[in-house]
């Protein structure tokens, strides 16, 4: 079973019918206690980085979350500010994140004033790792809805698993081992989004 956390902050009801279009059986938690038995885990986002990481506090998952993946090690995935949540801090809080990956999140700063912050929209997504079942296929024209002003810098190059360019190159997703996460939205960019999540529906 997908759980996916619903702790106040995120387009969960989005995301659960899109796993039930693509025919996955996927719920929302009722407890942080249900993650422990969850097959996979999405922890979803929107807004800034500070009230996410307060509401996963007050809420009770923020421990359960660190258990799910260090110690039961099933796929987790961020998406949008969940992704963001996944890294060791951002320039739009002071709050420290999740510390799963080696990440800093930064604002888009740009001397081109044609580029608007936040980037918003459609957008392409180029694979740094082809062999990953979570990313595999993807072609050239797989782009997705991103909606964000601040985007992760990792420290290791080898953490970057999809990329995007909005003025520079920027990390458009992230993995170490079994934790992914996604800057953009999949649950509202159609076929791609589905494709995706089927993609790690199926991730052992």
């Keep these: 079973m997908i759980v996916i956390i619903d702790y106040g902050v995120g387009n969960v009801h989005s995301i659960l019918n899109m796993f039930k279009k693509i025919g996955v059986e996927a719920k929302l938690s009722e407890s942080p206690e249900e993650l422990i038995l969850a097959d996979k885990v999405i922890l979803p986002g929107v807004g800034s980085f500070d009230y996410g990481m307060k509401q996963l506090k007050e809420t009770g998952y923020y421990d359960f979350v660190i258990k799910y993946a260090k110690e039961i090690k099933k796929p987790l995935l961020g998406i949008c500010l969940g992704m963001q ?74 953490n970057v698993l999809l ?41 052992q």
Aim: hydrophobic share 30%; proline share 4%; glycine share 6%.
């Design 85 to 158: 949540m996944l890294g060791m801090s951002s320039e739009e809080g002071t709050e420290p994140g999740l510390g799963l990956i080696p990440f800093k999140n930064v604002k888009f700063k740009f001397e081109d004033t044609k580029l608007k912050v936040p980037h918003m929209g459609w957008n392409v997504v180029k694979s740094n790792k082809p062999y990953e079942k979570f990313s595999e296929d993807f072609t050239e024209e797989y782009r997705f809805y991103f909606v964000h002003s601040y985007y992760a810098v990792c420290e290791n190059e080898s």
């Design 163 to 203: 990329t995007c360019d909005y003025g520079n190159e920027f990390a458009a997703a992230v993995q170490q081992d079994h934790i992914y996460g996604v800057q953009f939205h999949p649950e509202k960019s159609h076929k791609f989004g589905m494709q995706l999540l089927k993609n790690f529906s199926e991730i």
